[in-house]
């Protein structure tokens, strides 16, 4: 066996078709808009903070003064106007941002966790029906590290019991049919610790992702998310600060939304 760390990766982040936009601004008349942020941007603007913002002016048609009568002011800044959004609580477009992360060497009870949180997510995770485990990765929680000798011996004891079943069923052998291995190799993950380390990938939007963050890093949460989701939670307010904005990290390593329920 081998003692791993979680860590996560950037896989993927919104990508915004400026010739898109741009055509579709030029029919509503808000195409200054769009001047103004990328030469805010020096041409090379947050795709995700201006696909959401975008969606959220397209609401009102608030893009300039004059175009929606019923508008009277128009907030020309963007942080300020990611500030009113979260105000208001209009989260739903904040779905239109989505990211999706490689969460490396955490375990299954994270993972069992983590796909509670359903709604505007994807989940694709390393299959233990499939991949064989000929070396278990697993992280001592820091609870048991007075017994760290004994997790390790116990954790191996588990790993050379798959080594030595699949060795002693022959699934090596020539000629074994894929679907035996498989079937086999499902049965014998019932004999793996829950704590062993796996990969997940995780698509999710802005406002699934303040949620997750503020539900996975509070007080009460298990250890290993806190621990993680502190990770994430820096990582997308460098992401997309405007929509993270109110967003504080405490001592205790929580982050608090200074807008909850958004």
Avoid at 163 to 176: I, K, M, P, T
Wanted: aromatic share 8%.
């Amino acid at each position: 066996m081998h003692e791993t760390q979680p860590s996560i990766f950037v896989l993927a982040r919104p990508q915004l078709d400026l010739e898109g936009l741009r055509g579709y601004l030029e029919e509503v008349g808000g195409a200054s808009w769009l001047d103004r942020r990328l030469d805010e941007a020096d041409g090379a603007p947050n795709p995700g903070e201006l696909l959401v913002e975008a969606a959220g002016r397209a609401c009102y048609r608030s893009w300039e003064p004059g175009l929606n009568p019923n508008v009277s002011r128009v907030r020309t800044d963007q942080g300020q106007y990611f500030g009113n959004i979260l105000r208001s609580g209009h989260g739903s477009v904040l779905e239109h941002a989505n990211y999706t992360l490689a969460l490396r060497g955490v375990s299954r009870v994270f993972t069992h966790e983590l796909v509670r949180h359903r709604a505007g997510s994807a989940f694709s995770q390393e299959s233990l029906r499939f991949v064989r485990l000929a070396d278990i990765g697993f992280r001592v929680p820091p609870a048991l590290e007075p017994l760290r000798e004994q997790v390790l011996s116990i954790v191996e004891q588990l790993e050379e019991f798959q080594r030595s079943a699949a060795d002693e069923l022959g699934l090596d052998e020539e000629g074994v049919p894929f679907h035996e291995k498989k079937e086999v190799t499902s049965a014998l993950r019932r004999l793996a610790p829950i704590g062993l380390s796996t990969d997940i990938i995780w698509t999710a939007n802005v406002r699934t992702l303040r949620h997750v963050i503020e539900m996975r890093t509070a007080p009460g949460a298990e250890e290993e998310l806190r621990l993680v989701f502190d990770a994430i939670a820096a990582r997308m307010l460098a992401e997309a600060p405007g929509l993270f904005q109110d967003f504080t990290r405490h001592d205790d390593g929580s982050w608090t939304p200074e807008h909850r329920k958004v």
